[in-house]
């Protein structure tokens, strides 16, 4: 009623007129005038440049007027650490707008009367952030770097990743304590020269770099080099030392997948070229067959993995993250895309620490072990050949040059096909077989891991990796799928 | 730069095929038919290297090798606009100038008589790249310099460069009855026993499937042969295409062709791309999506090959299958596309191992304008392919039986004692029919038992 109005009215009006000012000093100079610690926004000095935007300004709940919504509050507190990020982190002192005609002390605590409040919020919110925004894009150009790191953290740029695998292939095969820094960067730069990584802006090319991960002294130089894209300034912000490290064991892991795609590639390509040396020994052709048809399978578990990061995991998240970033006003809702597609593609390649990823993950080390052991069988079985053919050709001479004595020379001659080559024959079968069991077992049970995670697009992975249903997976849990 | 790769284009076909091929990938990378970078052509992202390489002058020379035994096609590109393009020491034409006579026997005998003189050039080109990955050969399978020379020229190449791969794009003839070369089937068969043995892989164009399509698709009774070979040079620029414009995967010709190809005998490829005919009519209505594209792909008529089987106890199946989609899609549309594919049993797979739809990205040129926003070339390897074979052999057998124009092959030193070379070819055939037919089914994994038991 008139008499409780007109005491609250003047007592109200004199209250906010404080707060109006702190707001509209924050939301136009991000500066707090505080003396007694009133404001919903503060401010924590020690904070260094690169925390800026996550801990120096912190939003007090408690101290939020009650006419002031949590949107609003949220608005203005970012507005304010806008003006400051662009100030001290961006380094960029541009006055952006001084208000003419501030918005009234009654209009906050009247905003049904009026929208004076609001508009000033908005209108200025949206001016500094769309200015922070431009900043980024055109000043540090970020949307280039978002792409950069497609490029090369998540192997986009193809043929610099294979030519530098090639490369690295000696190196990182040795033990981990045993690979060197400076050996890899040199053989990185050589990759940069000669594919068409080579054609990038400087800017982007500098800040390529090496990182040995130190996992414990047991791994393999495969397990530890990763590659950094380094980042100062603004964007520091956004690409965090965490965010850093995350990126960091994504590249490891799709690294990993792609050793293996090299890997299944070169076991194909070395039986394919020794077919002809195979047809030479008729006895081996069920063996070689069978050699054939599980490095068929083998090429297939990858290639469906690999395909399965590029779309489901990797160009999903990215489409995903383009569409976020275009629609996103400030740095805040940036962030949060960015931190988003990351966790996507963490929880995706199973590297989210949820107890099934991790078994997943050792699952596919475990499958990825098998395809070397094989690799391995496979160079000893072509080994084994050329050594048989070879000790064949001087009793071809003879044979042709009719000088091939029945007798002494045939015996001879079985006898080294039996004592030599048959026995390293079964020892490789054996050795295969073993592998080609083990195999089929560890991808059932990862076939079966898959269908019992919570993510519903990891278990797409199940669909295609069994696309024609020949793993016959025994259903322990109904899958929901 | 790594992974290279020389083309060889082969008599008549062949180089008429090689010359589309040659001008779309132009086109595509911004290169003027002079060899010099258009000077819109500043985007730096896509591998001109693979193809090309660059002169002194800084203008881009194809890593290719033009052979011909009769000068007409080579000098029909020599006198287009494209003819300070090729390098011209890599252009050979014999110098009895006669050609083959449409007779394997005498393409392939001229080619032992150049062989120095031909790998004279492939050696030199050879040593032109840091890292050459594999060879393309262009060809016909039906005519006397494609087939019979090309056959040597594959002989010679496994043995020289034995740890290269060698991917043939082989056009196959019109199967009717009356063929305008009446040998073309003792012609087909000589040569498929050299692909079987001596590529890694063979894309096959069949040239009644190409007629069909490109009747269906210009609206005309008779298509033109340049009309032809742009459907075949769209097929070859497709599937390069992850070759020239990096991404995550597909970056060289071996994982291309791995994951296509389980066996060394199972290497003969059926192609298919969408937009081509009357697909047309749905994409006014709504928009184009990966579903659309990938089963389009499936369909008969828009595949390359006539795999139309007479063999009703055999039900022929996909031994793998990829799709290389370039335009705009939305990467989430490709995992429902392909469950759909799965639940509507589109596509019949081999029951013997794994074998799945792998979708591919690729990007695309950006100075060549296409009408239609996403655009799909599959890759495949079908069974099926075993009935064209078939239908080969049949005309074949036919002609052998009564032992018809055989003079003209006797003449020839290979053939001179016996038609032994003629039997040996039809039993390779034989033998790969027989793999296709055997992979169909689920014992095809003891398939190198019965091998075993052949060979002792």
Redesign the interface.
């Known amino acids: 009623d008139t008499l409780q109005q007109s005491i609250l009215y003047p007592l109200l009006y004199n209250c906010t007129i404080p707060i109006r000012d702190m707001i509209v000093e924050w939301i136009c100079n991000g500066i707090i005038n505080d003396p007694y610690q009133e404001f919903f926004v503060s401010t924590d000095k020690m904070v260094s440049e690169e925390k800026l935007w996550y801990d120096k300004y912190t939003l007090r709940v408690p101290m939020i007027p009650s006419f002031i919504s949590m949107e609003q509050a949220k608005k203005i507190w970012i507005t304010g650490k806008s003006i400051n990020f662009l100030r001290v982190v961006c380094k960029d002192r541009t006055m952006l707008q001084i208000l003419k005609t501030p918005a009234p002390s009654q209009s906050l605590f009247q905003q049904q009367r009026s929208t004076e409040f609001q508009d000033m919020i908005v209108s200025v919110y949206n001016d500094t952030t769309r200015y922070l925004r431009s900043i980024l894009d055109d000043k540090y150009q970020m949307m280039d770097h978002f792409k950069a790191i497609k490029r090369y953290l998540l192997l986009g740029q193809g043929d610099f990743i294979k030519y530098l695998m090639d490369l690295m292939e000696n190196e990182l095969n040795k033990a981990a304590n045993q690979v060197f820094y400076h050996n890899l960067q040199s053989l990185m730069d050589a990759a940069i020269r000669v594919t068409n990584a080579q054609y990038e802006s400087e800017d982007i090319i500098k800040r390529l770099d090496l990182r040995l991960m130190y996992v414990s002294p047991s791994e393999l130089g495969w397990d530890v080099c990763c590659l950094d894209y380094k980042f100062d300034g603004p964007l520091r912000t956004i690409f965090t030392e965490e965010n850093s490290l995350r990126y960091m064991r994504i590249f490891n892991h799709l690294w990993r997948v792609k050793r293996m795609e090299y890997t299944t590639c070169g076991v194909w390509k070395q039986l394919i070229k020794s077919s002809r040396q195979f047809a030479a020994i008729p006895e081996i052709s069920d063996m070689t067959h069978s050699c054939f048809v599980m490095s068929n399978e083998m090429t297939k578990f990858v290639q469906s993995v690999n395909y399965y990061i590029m779309f489901e995991v990797l160009e999903c998240s990215w489409s995903d993250l383009l569409s976020k970033l275009m629609e996103a006003k400030d740095l805040e809702q940036i962030l949060e895309a960015h931190d988003d597609s990351l966790l996507k593609i963490l929880t995706r390649l199973h590297l989210d620490g949820h107890e099934t990823s991790q078994e997943l993950a050792k699952q596919l080390r475990c499958i990825f072990d098998l395809i070397l052991n094989f690799g391995a069988i496979i160079q000893r079985l072509i080994q084994c050949v050329e050594t048989e053919l070879a000790a064949r050709k001087p009793y071809q001479q003879q044979q042709r040059h009719g000088t091939f004595t029945k007798n002494n020379d045939s015996d001879a001659e079985v006898q080294r096909f039996h004592t030599v080559f048959k026995p390293q024959l079964k020892k490789i079968k054996s050795d295969f077989l073993i592998v080609k069991k083990a195999f089929r077992d560890a991808v059932l049970k990862f076939l079966q891991q898959l269908k019992s995670h919570p993510d519903i697009t990891l278990r797409s992975l199940s669909f295609r990796l069994n696309f024609n249903e020949v793993y016959k997976v025994s259903h322990a849990l109904k899958s929901t799928a | 730069?790594?992974?290279e790769i020389i083309t060889l284009q082969l008599g008549q076909c062949g180089n008429q095929i090689g010359m589309e091929f040659w001008k779309q990938l132009c086109a595509e990378h911004g290169i003027s038919p002079e060899g010099k970078l258009e000077p819109f052509a500043k985007e730096?992202?896509?591998?001109k290297d693979v193809f090309f390489y660059q002169a002194d002058d800084q203008h881009y020379i194809p890593r290719s090798v033009l052979l011909d035994l009769e000068p007409r096609v080579i000098d029909g590109i020599l006198k287009s606009p494209y003819k300070h393009l090729y390098n011209p020491e890599n252009v050979y034409i014999s110098k009895d100038g006669g050609g083959a006579g449409n007779n394997w026997a005498q393409g392939y005998h001229q080619g032992d008589k150049l062989t120095e003189d031909i790998f004279d050039i492939i050696d030199r080109e050879a040593e032109n790249g840091?890292s050459l990955e594999g060879f393309v050969l262009c060809h016909s399978i039906a005519g006397g310099t494609g087939s019979g020379m090309g056959s040597n020229i594959l002989e010679k190449l496994n043995d020289r460069f034995?740890?290269k791969?060698i991917q043939t794009y082989s056009v196959f003839p019109m199967t009717n009855e009356v063929a305008d070369v009446v040998v073309q089937p003792y012609n087909s068969v000589l040569t498929l026993k050299r692909l079987t043995?001596n590529a890694?892989c063979t894309v096959v164009l069949d040239n009644t499937a190409l007629n069909r399509i490109a009747t269906e698709r210009l609206k005309k009774a008779t298509p033109t042969l340049a009309e032809l070979n742009q459907l075949v040079s769209t097929i070859m620029s497709g599937s390069t295409s992850t070759l020239r414009y990096?991404?995550?995967?597909?970056?060289?010709l071996?994982?291309l062709i791995?994951?296509l190809?389980?066996?060394?005998r199972l290497h003969f490829l059926i192609s298919a791309y969408t937009p081509l005919t009357s697909d047309n009519t749905e994409s006014e209505v709504r928009k184009t999506t990966v579903l659309d594209v990938m089963r389009r792909l499936l369909q008969p008529k828009n595949v390359m090959v006539t795999t139309a089987s007479r063999d009703k106890n055999i039900t022929h199946c996909y031994v793998?299958i990829l799709n290389i989609i370039q335009g705009e899609v939305?990467?989430?549309e490709?995992?429902k596309s392909?469950?759909r594919i799965?639940e509507r049993k589109l596509a019949e797979?081999?029951?013997?191992?794994?074998?799945?739809?792998?979708?591919?990205?690729s990007k695309k040129s950006p100075y060549v304008t296409t009408q239609h926003r996403v655009s799909g070339l599959m890759l495949a390897n079908h069974t099926g392919i075993s009935s064209l074979f078939d239908r080969m052999c049949d005309h074949y057998d036919k002609l052998i039986k009564r032992e018809a124009f055989v003079e003209n092959f006797r003449r020839l030193p290979m053939f001179k004692d016996n038609l032994d070379e003629f039997n040996d070819s039809r039993e390779v055939v034989q033998q790969l029919m027989d793999e296709y037919r055997a992979a169909t089914r689920k014992d095809y994994?003891?398939?190198?038992?019965t091998?075993?038991a052949?060979?002792?």
Do not use: C
């Not at chain 2, 730096?44 to 591998?47: E, K, V």
């Not at chain 2, 990096?246 to 060289?252: A, K, L, S, T, V």
């Not at chain 2, 994994?445 to 038992?449: A, E, L, S, Y």
């Open positions: 730069m790594p992974s730096g992202s896509d591998r840091d034995p740890k791969l043995e890694d990096p991404g995550y995967m597909n970056n060289d071996i994982s791995s994951s190809i389980p066996t060394p793998s939305d990467p989430s490709v995992h392909l469950m799965r797979f081999i029951p013997w191992g794994p074998a799945s739809i792998q979708v591919a990205l994994i003891n398939f190198g038992n091998q075993t052949q060979g002792e």
